[in-house]
């Protein structure tokens, strides 16, 4: 994996529970990998589950480097919990923090 920056890595080799950026023309959006291409992620301000593909609409996806005290499982885990939940809009990043670290309540409209 290249370097692009000291905080992403190119997605070559996505591990379970990596968070993950994709660079769309119109925002970063941001997702929790949860296996078989699947990402739990925010659309509309509410958490779903989307293929890969959808999720990075063609553009490039990175795994944002994040040191966590929780195991893949677990915050695939908590990502799959939120499903469905309806969640304040563009509120991704602060989603994938509080699966990685708990720390932040997930802001809830």
């Known amino acids: 994996m ?3 920056s000291r905080f992403f890595l190119t997605a070559d080799g996505v ?3 990596d968070h993950l950026v ?3 023309p119109e925002k970063e959006c941001h997702g929790i ?3 078989r291409c699947r990402i739990i ?3 509309g301000g509410i958490v779903v ?3 890969l593909q959808e999720f990075s609409c063609g553009s490039d996806i990175q795994v944002y480097l994040q ?3 929780f195991a893949a499982a677990e915050i695939v885990s908590r990502a799959e919990s939120q499903i469905g939940t309806v969640i304040t809009p563009m509120a991704d990043r602060y989603f994938c923090e509080w699966c ?3 720390l932040q309540e997930v802001p809830k409209e």
């Open 33 to 35: 990998y949860a296996g």
């Open 2 to 4: 290249k370097a692009k």
């Open 22 to 24: 994709a660079f769309t």
């Open 49 to 51: 589950a989307e293929e």
């Open 15 to 17: 591990n379970l529970g």
């Open 100 to 102: 990685l670290y708990g």
């Open 41 to 43: 992620s925010v659309k």
């Open 67 to 69: 040191k966590t005290d």
